[in-house]
């Protein structure tokens, strides 16, 4: 049977699924410093609260808006500020489906997108089940990390549609600077391209530098297209929700508004309840956020504590968001330390290939689990040597 190019050639699973999958079968206990599920993670939710917001009559109703329901964009743009408005909104399913929407509206099979790393894998197959290439552009750390500018218009081609960034990132944790913003926005004029911001965790702002970007809403009318992304999933650690939304931001994106709820309805994706709870749970979210930043910063505190007996070791700065880098001895590959500490120490955590950082130094933990679990999975690291 034919399927598409645009599928992976096979769906054979990595070396560290496969030993996480005999620990699975063995009944073996483990622990996971990869968690990025926030229902997983301990965090008191508000839950009558937000079972009321879903139970609201008005679920029963499906009124469709290819944009979204307009009292939840109201809310949205209340959210953000900034002068947002509900008409700058298109929302989605989710970020994924912002990115593919985007992708759509933006390139024709076999055109690019530009993506600075170390960033998020799944850019690359968001954008090949669109037909679109994703091309990876390596930033560089001094200090902290900066995008190369200079790297990124050289390889822009006849073919690049876009430049996609992630403020802050994941999993370095670094915000844009300013002064790559007006480098990244000035690029993006000269070539007729348009800049995607991923801005989910945004929220997550923990030790940011003095110049950096909070947000790109910051800038009213930037001269190239921009269109922020983000969603409850991050905004209310509430993924199951699904509920995602794109800001056209500046008036050089304000007339792809029209094409891009054109694409939103085909699919009307976006189920009436989420929308209908959507600013009831806006409402609820900072009590959550509030959770989860206290949560990162004792996970941080405890992580620099385990590590001061390791000069060998360290952890790379962190500006927002949930993931940390731990920087070891290359004595081997990262998927090799993964391994021994999986097998070993019977902890998870990612190498930091899989997010295409630039040497072998790296392992990616998340910051959200529990602090007990966190604190008993570095010290098994640290114990078993990473």
């Known amino acids: 049977m034919h399927t598409s190019s645009r599928l992976p050639r096979n769906f054979q699973a990595n070396a560290l699924t496969v030993a996480l999958e005999a620990l ?13 599920n ?47 408005e509900a008409d700058d909104l298109v929302l989605t399913a989710s970020t994924s489906e912002a990115y593919s929407w985007l992708f759509k509206l933006l390139g024709d099979p076999g055109d690019e997108v530009l993506v600075p790393s170390p960033s998020y894998p799944l850019f690359e197959w968001l ?6 290439r994703a091309t990876s552009v390596a930033a560089y750390y001094a200090d902290r990390w900066h995008l190369d500018l200079d790297a990124i218009e050289a390889a822009c081609g006849s073919r690049t549609r876009a430049i996609v960034v992630v403020n802050p990132n994941n999993p370095t944790g670094h915000f844009l600077s300013r002064g790559e913003w007006t480098g990244l926005t000035a690029l993006c004029a000269r070539r007729e391209l348009a800049l995607i911001v991923d801005e989910v965790f945004s929220d997550y702002a923990l030790k940011p ?65 989420t929308q209908t ?36 070791l ?23 330390s993964a391994l021994r500490i999986l097998r070993e120490a019977r902890v998870l955590v990612q190498p930091g290939h899989f997010f295409d950082l630039p040497s072998e130094a790296y392992l990616v933990l998340s910051l959200l689990p529990p602090e007990a679990v966190f604190r008993n999975g570095i010290g098994r690291m640290l114990f078993y040597g990473l």
């Open 38 to 84: 926030p229902t997983r993670c301990g965090f008191a939710y508000p839950e009558d609260a937000i079972r009321s917001a879903l139970a609201s009559p008005e679920v029963l109703f499906h009124e469709p808006d290819s944009r979204g329901a307009r009292p939840a964009r109201e809310a949205i743009a209340a959210w953000h500020g900034h002068s947002v």
């Open 209 to 273: 530098a003095p110049d950096h970007l909070p947000t790109a809403l910051e800038d009213a009318d930037p001269p190239c297209p921009v269109f922020v992304l983000s969603g409850l999933s991050k905004v209310a650690a509430l993924p199951q929700l699904k509920l995602g939304w794109i800001i056209a931001r500046g008036s050089a994106a304000k007339p792809l508004l029209e094409p891009m709820a054109f694409i939103a309805d085909q699919f009307l994706s976006v189920s009436s309840p």
């Open 24 to 36: 699975r079968t063995a009944g073996e206990p483990w622990l996971d410093l990869t968690l990025s």
């Open 127 to 132: 954008a090949r089940l669109e037909g679109l």
């Open 277 to 312: 709870a959507a600013p009831a749970i806006l409402r609820l979210a900072p009590g959550i956020q509030a959770q989860i930043l206290f949560r990162l910063r004792a996970n941080l505190d405890a992580l620099d504590e385990a590590l001061a007996a390791f000069p060998q």
């Open 314 to 336: 360290s952890r790379l700065p962190v500006e927002g968001g949930w993931s940390v880098l731990v920087r070891r001895p290359t004595l081997d590959t990262d998927e090799a």
